[in-house]
């Protein structure tokens, strides 16, 4: 298997990594109401329901870029590279979050942003679909 659908495997479980860094030890937790219990949340606990959040609206745009990508015929060395930065771009906005530096976290995640252009892009210029 590819190693972009890896990618696509891994970015799916950001959000799962993320909000388990949020509930982790809290006692109080309500899973009648879980939303509104995360709402209360502060601090550490706070950023990383935000990045649980982020997380989420990021994923749907990459897979469907290295699909897309997959499709047209780009080449994999190509995908993989631009699937493989993508997530460790990911990794790294995601520990900048939670450590609170908001500018280095932006940086992260334009970079993030622009590997998924960049897989669009390459499908439009490369691709034979």
């Given at each position: 298997m590819a190693i972009a659908y890896w990618c696509i495997l891994v970015a799916g479980l950001l959000p799962?990594?993320?909000?388990?860094?949020?509930k982790w030890g809290k006692r109080d937790f309500d899973n009648h109401e879980p939303r509104a219990w995360m709402e209360r949340l502060t601090g550490l606990r706070r950023r990383a329901d935000y990045a649980h959040r982020n997380h989420f609206e990021a994923f749907p745009f990459f897979a469907a870029a290295v699909?897309?990508?997959q499709q047209t015929g780009v080449a994999q060395t190509r995908i993989d590279t631009l699937a493989l930065t993508f997530i460790i771009v990911r990794l790294i906005y995601t520990m900048l979050y939670l450590r609170d530096l908001s500018s280095l976290r932006s940086l992260a995640w334009i970079?993030?942003?622009?590997?998924v252009i960049a897989l669009f892009v390459s499908a439009a210029l490369y691709g034979h679909g």
């Open positions: 799962i990594i993320t909000v388990a860094v949020a699909l897309v990508a970079i993030g942003y622009g590997c």
